[in-house]
């Protein structure tokens, strides 16, 4: 099993690109999340999907948007990406225990 | 709401020395407990984890940690560090069905 995997791994952008990362996972979990990783800041949630079909904002929505296109891939897409979107993403996803399956990370810049 | 607090954002130890993290967490119910490490450059990796049961919980790696009721507490213990410990670690507590709420992270160094 691959577990969770991330596309891309790294990614610059300009302010006001768009972008989407994609998350996949063979794991059949039910739900998945998205993270943000900043200095000092731990990871904060983003978006979550409880179940396929289903998703609801974390605690830092704004600027982003998501979509579960399936049991298996959960995608954020930033409309128009800002300096202040720059840092570490990470997809994770869970089954029925309460522990999280982290994917690698995209490390994104926005200048 | 709940929170989680980790005392310290660096922690430096010799090699062969004893590891303490310290996590404080605040929840209304009982809480699930987490900690996870980070490798540079990696994603997390589950350390341990308290559900339900015994209150010592052992991990990988040689870690453990003591849930502490009465403490809101769940510090994370290593007897003696390696220097392949050196990973920033982070501690978080979820309720049922909810998405983890992370501290703000330890990193640990570990010298020679």
């Known amino acids: 099993n691959a577990g969770v995997t991330q596309t891309p791994k790294f990614q610059v952008l300009k302010t006001g690109q768009s972008m989407t990362l994609q998350c996949a996972q063979d794991?059949?979990?039910?739900?998945m999340y998205w993270y943000r990783q900043d200095p000092g800041m731990g990871l904060r949630l983003i978006y979550y999907s409880a179940s396929e079909g289903t998703t609801d904002k974390g605690e830092v929505p704004n600027g982003y948007n998501v979509s579960r296109l399936n049991k298996r891939e959960f995608s954020l897409r930033l409309e128009s990406a800002a300096p202040s979107q720059t840092s570490v993403y990470f997809c994770?996803?869970?089954?029925?225990?309460?522990?999280?399956?982290f994917g690698p990370g995209t490390r994104l810049t926005v200048t | 709401a709940q929170s989680v607090t980790q005392l310290g954002s660096h922690v430096s130890v010799s090699e062969g020395a004893l590891v303490l993290l310290r996590c404080n967490y605040s929840s209304s119910v009982p809480p699930y407990l987490f900690w996870y490490v980070q490798y540079p450059n990696q994603g997390l990796q589950l350390l341990l984890k308290?559900?339900?049961?015994?209150?010592l919980v052992k991990g990988i790696n040689g870690f453990e940690a003591e849930f502490k009721k009465s403490e809101t507490s769940f510090h994370l213990t290593k007897p003696s560090a390696h220097m392949s410990d050196a990973a920033e670690y982070f501690c978080a507590v979820a309720q049922a069905g909810t998405a983890l709420i992370f501290g703000k992270g330890t990193t640990l160094s570990v010298s020679s």
């Open positions: 794991m059949n979990h039910n739900s």
């Open positions: 308290y559900t339900t049961g015994a209150t």
């Open positions: 994770a996803s869970r089954y029925v225990g309460h522990e999280q399956y």
